[in-house]
């Protein structure tokens, strides 16, 4: 979907002015501490003397600059089991006779002395 400049810049300067969201917070003061201009709150079940403060949640901004695009990863089709890539096809892939088919590949290929894969896939 295409959006007008204005509101690509528009968007662009929202994320670069809110730093995050501040919430109130209590934050317990032991009685030994003693903190001057500051009005306590005191707990209804533990009488503890309690500083409100507020505390800031920053927010992603990575994560707001890529909102709403979407990252599509690539599955490799030989894991989904859709594609065969064995050049010489012998059985379903896991089966007994495809191992014993793939031993002799093997074999063959190390005997030959070359390095060369039974499977031919060119990756994309």
Same mark, same amino acid.
């Given at each position: 979907?295409?959006?007008?400049?204005?509101?690509?810049?528009?968007?662009?300067?929202?994320?670069?002015?809110?730093?995050?969201?501040?919430?109130?917070? +209590?934050?317990?003061?032991?009685?030994? $501490?003693?903190?001057?201009? /500051? !009005?306590?709150? =005191?707990?209804? @079940? *533990?009488?503890?003397?309690?500083?409100?403060?507020?505390?800031?949640?920053?927010?992603?901004?990575? +994560?707001?600059?890529?909102?709403?695009? $979407?990252?599509?990863?690539? /599955? !490799?089709?030989? =894991?989904?089991? @859709? *594609?065969?890539?064995?050049?010489?096809?012998?059985?379903?892939?896991?089966?007994?006779?495809?191992?014993?088919?793939?031993?002799?590949?093997?074999?063959?290929?190390?005997?030959?002395?070359?390095?060369?894969?039974?499977?031919?896939?060119?990756?994309?």
């Amino acid at each position: 979907m295409a959006t007008s400049p204005i509101l690509r810049d528009f968007q662009r300067a929202i994320i670069n002015w809110f730093d995050g969201i501040a919430i109130p917070d +209590a934050i317990d003061v032991p009685d030994d $501490r003693v903190i001057d201009g /500051v !009005d306590y709150v =005191y707990g209804v @079940g *533990d009488r503890q003397r309690k500083v409100m403060t507020e505390k800031v949640l920053k927010f992603n901004r990575k +994560a707001l600059r890529r909102m709403g695009k $979407r990252k599509v990863e690539r /599955v !490799d089709p030989r =894991y989904k089991g @859709g *594609d065969d890539t064995m050049i010489i096809k012998v059985g379903k892939p896991g089966s007994d006779e495809r191992k014993k088919a793939l031993a002799e590949q093997y074999g063959a290929i190390l005997a030959s002395g070359e390095e060369v894969s039974p499977f031919g896939w060119d990756g994309e």
